[in-house]
């Protein structure tokens, strides 16, 4: 299982708040380089920062993230 981020639910969210990248990584105690990445893309993330930026904006990790139950190969 892994958890890929919804880059314009994130952002959406943060400015909603009136967080900037800056101040969202001190909320949820992250680095503002790990939400500019999450913003650009659909980045990987680990669920303990999915965590901290979803309690962070105060919303559910489903709101900002997708949940992938397995591994998908290049293959299929």
């Known amino acids: 299982?892994?958890?890929?981020?919804?880059?314009?639910?994130?952002?959406?969210?943060?400015?909603?708040?009136?967080?900037?990248?800056?101040?969202?990584?001190?909320?949820?105690?992250?680095?503002?380089?790990?939400?500019?990445k999450m913003e650009c893309c659909d980045q990987r993330v680990r669920p303990q920062t999915a965590k901290a930026v979803s309690d962070a904006l105060k919303v559910s990790v489903y709101d900002l993230f997708t949940i992938h139950?397995?591994?998908v190969s290049p293959h299929e």
């Open 1 to 36: 299982m892994f958890l890929t981020s919804k880059p314009l639910e994130i952002a959406r969210l943060r400015i909603e708040a009136g967080y900037s990248i800056r101040k969202l990584g001190e909320e949820s105690g992250l680095n503002p380089s790990t939400i500019f």
């Open 69 to 71: 139950s397995k591994e």
